[in-house]
């Protein structure tokens, strides 16, 4: 939105001043522009011009021309050069200019040409390039982006290879891609068009199934399908074959075997190899057992605790080998062998365990986890300082570097919640690594593995040349943590067969999808009315979408916990936001401290005319660390009284609700389920249709495809060579001949468990209603408004 001064216009407007609004880029302030649109009239703010195009105002002939070319803006070009060049265009100067450089080098020195080119591109093609990009119908946002990358030569990449969008443009996908290049009448069957098919399907396939390649011809198959269903037309399986070996040819795929790899997942795998198969050959550090002893003895009394034989092994190993991995599920003592290993390790090395002593020096111990939450309890437990990985290599949102990022000093590493950690993210942590270092990753093999592609922590356990200790004992027990038991059935594959009893911590309530969001809203009703804190309660769903999704119950337990009062809300897309609302963070801001997974609240709401931004402000609190927003970034937080599964990976609620109803269907999986009931420390209250729980208990989800293991062992096995390995794909009649077109049948567990729930069919009861009574107090009257549903 401007204020723009009016020189001359056509339109019957009587004022000096208007308020011009629509995709507008950077203009200068003083120069002259003119801008075509409608006139509207704003409730608020009166008559605007609503702009469908501009342009710079550049006077066309003459001395004005002249003038113009001899401006500030173009140094080095005085009246006399002007003069010159209008000579030589004398019409329609400066798109000739544009078009015919060249025709002006016995007036400029190749240099200057250039500069001045530039410069008048710049000047004079942005408005001229947005205005045509305006065809396209893309969003304003993404129109500058694409011109901020390919500058003067926008409109000749969109005429020549719109699909270099896909790859370059964030939010370009192929099918709109697809549609800009119809439009310029690009070929369905061209090489082109085919290449960036292959392209999309590789990224496409490893976000959405997780894996770090795709098989040759799951990739011709998917691709094909994709080509042929953005347009009406059939795609020669050869001619995919061969653009497929191009894109080998040229460096832009990579391939092991049939495996082909997008670069970004391949090299980032390669780099994981490379840096800890070196700290895997280094030989261990050499501990006299009765020396290790007398430390155990020291660190036992310090802590108050007695290790058992496993938990010792693993201190043992921690201090004696460069890299080491410890896993277990909840309550195994996993926290508990951290400090053991952090108190040994000072000890071992004669260290200060008081950061307030490092005044010059690093601390030389570096505690990480991927979330920010992960991160603040790692530091409350320890009681030693921590920080998400993001922050610490100063990767920003995108997990590029901010500056030119940092690397890690101290000599010990501990990251926590290694199972959240994606092949891109690892990479990258583990080139910031000095060789020096001792490493060692902690984790929760069972949970759900990280959100971008790979299973990194999943695979290095499986590395038989790293040293890792798997904790089962739980050590969590006794009455009233009845929670951290049936965790450790789910994931061994069975629900215990006192699944649905009430117990201290737990408890069980039968309904349908169509009631979850009813029946939530009466425990949250009890909840406030026992005068418990709202955001002590979390919702966990697999599903943004549908009755019992993620969207539909925080819009009622939004309501209830927040409801609208007299005073201000903001609408964003299909959300309302209210002060004092509770909030997700859906990305990494590592600059401002605030990461994917963190919840916070909302503390205020500013009107856009009280704003510099001249835009709505939300402003946050994420445990005390300050947000603003202004609304053009509202997509990087969402509503958080219920979220999803994935997103709660890395933090712990006092109380957890978790429903499980067969729409959630393709979802159904055990680590899912398993990852939600280890959120709850307190109390879980499970909700939903015990079919369901059954189905998700016994379905494992697939394993991710992924060449990391390989890497470490079986690769110096695979006597292909790269030559071979196109000839693989090149194959004549390629690759579809051999095609299994079978889908392979969901790798389910056939190790089914003797649920007590198969047989039985639930009603709801004033039984199983008052099964959560301990926990939330539900009265007899909450228990009539359930059963009356
Ligand atoms: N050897 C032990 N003897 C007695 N208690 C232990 C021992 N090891 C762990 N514990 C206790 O068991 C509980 C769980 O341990 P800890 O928090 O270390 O497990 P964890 O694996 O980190 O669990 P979570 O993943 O759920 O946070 C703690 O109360 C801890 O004090």
Redesign the pocket.
Known sequence: MLLVEIADTNAEFTGDEIVVNGIIGDVIEGDSYKFYGELTNHPKYGEQLKVSTYEKDVPTSGAGLVKYLSSEHFPGIGKKTAEKIVEVFPEDTIDHILDAPDQLSGILSAQKLTGFVKRLSENHGMEKILSKLAVYELPSKINFQIYELYKETTLDVIKENPYQLVLDIKGIGFKKADKIAEDEGISATSDARIQAGLMHTVITHAMEFGDTYIEARDLLEKTIDLLESSRNVEILVDQVATNINTLLAEGRLQAKDTKLFDNGLYFAEEGIYQRLDKLTNSIPKKLDPERFETIMTEVETTLD????SL?KEAIFKALTHQFFILT????????????GIIQAYALLNKLDLNPDNYTDDVFPIVQLAPTGRAAR?MND?TGLPSATIHRQLGLNSDDQPDDFGNDLSGSLLIVDEFSMVDTWLANKLFAAILPSMTVILVG?ADQLPSVGPGQVFADLLRVSDFASVR?DK???QGEGSTI?SLAHSIKDGYLPADFTAKKADRSYIESKAVNIPNYIEQIAKAWLKRGNDPFDLQVLIPMYKGIAGINQVNKSLQNLFNPLADRLEFNFQDTIFRQADKVLHLVNEASLDVFNGDIGVITDLVPAKYTESKQDEIIMSFDGNEVIYPRAEWYKITLAYAMSIHKSQGS?FPTVIVPMVASYHRMLERNLLYTAV?RAKQSLILLGEATSFQTAVTRQGANRKTYLVERFGIETKAAITDSEVKETIIAPTPVIKDLDLTVDEQTVDKKQSASPLKQETYVLTQDNITTIDPMIGMTDADVAVFTNR
């Open positions: 605790i007695q290790y058992d938990q277990g599920g909840p309550g195994t003592g996993k926290t508990t062998v951290i400090k309890r437990l929760d904790l739980i050590f969590r951290t712990e280890t």
